[in-house]
């Protein structure tokens, strides 16, 4: 009997795992290049939806202190949003200090015998490149993929019955175990945006600028300069269609939060 593959997938996202890389991976702090390795491994803890760094402690040059010891606890998901403080497996957490500067539990040694010689660190409390480019918000994932694709499927985005934009010039980007999202023109939109100050960085796509529309603030997105993978989306808008209403070629689609939801209680087993 065939496997669908995100249900293989999704049977170990309960369980720590990790995967090697042969890219040169640094980190900073304070000036001061505390990791230069070609050793580094990805790790995710479990119930982790994204990666971080675990570098060799003989790599690491910098002042490590121990700290306590770490029980597994943690919400079902552990997205971007949860500190790298909560653990979902046991380890000791570890103080890291260098070039003046000292970030409280920043590193953590799993107690598991495949990475008993690691240091998984804190992406957020340094600066980190893979080979000579810096790299922002986590880590890519090897296994997660973004593709862009020009579509003329008629696309129109409402607000309440307000017609906010409609096109056949969209691009569809169709992101692992994300929904798919909606990229129109600029001259597409009827709706008035007003500029934001709010920002976001996507590791796969790059940073995103922020609009607002007369009654929902920060609701459009665009990549005005995006990392090369995702060139076929520079300038184009997106809507947050979980809190509008999208129909595709006549027909009106699931808002797509409940949906991503249901899906990875669904596929993950958790809540």
């Not at 390795?37 to 675990?54: C, F, G, K, M, S």
């Amino acid at each position: 009997m065939s496997t669908r593959m995100r249900d293989a997938m999704a049977q170990r996202f309960k369980e720590l795992r990790h995967e090697p890389t042969e890219k040169r991976v640094r980190a900073v702090l304070g000036g001061e290049t505390i990791v230069d390795t070609t050793d580094a491994v990805l790790v995710w803890e479990p119930r982790r939806i994204v990666p971080t760094y675990a570098v060799p402690a003989t790599d690491l040059r910098a002042t490590v202190t121990p700290g306590d010891e770490v029980m597994p606890g943690g919400p079902g998901f552990l997205h971007p949003g949860i500190p790298f403080s909560v653990h979902s497996t046991a380890g000791r957490s570890l103080t890291i200090a260098a070039g003046g500067l000292t970030r409280p539990d920043a590193g953590f040694r799993p107690a598991d015998p495949d990475l008993t010689d690691y240091v998984v660190l804190d992406f957020d409390a340094f600066e980190w490149f893979e080979e000579d480019e810096r790299i922002h918000a986590h880590p890519r994932d090897p296994y997660h993929r973004v593709d862009a694709r020009a579509s003329s499927r008629r696309i129109r985005i409402e607000d309440g019955g307000t017609l906010l934009a409609e096109t056949t010039r969209a691009v569809l980007v169709f992101e692992t175990n994300l929904p798919v999202r909606f990229y129109l023109p600029r001259e597409d939109v009827v709706a008035p945006l007003t500029a934001s100050d709010q920002v976001s960085y996507c590791p796969y796509k790059g940073e995103a600028s922020y609009w607002s529309t007369d009654s929902r603030s920060n609701v459009v997105w665009s990549y005005l300069a995006p990392l090369p993978d995702a060139m076929p989306i520079a300038g184009l808008v997106a809507f947050y269609d979980d809190l509008l209403d999208v129909t595709v070629d006549g027909k009106l689609r699931d808002r797509p939060g409940g949906a991503v939801v249901r899906s990875l209680r669904d596929e993950f087993g958790v809540s």
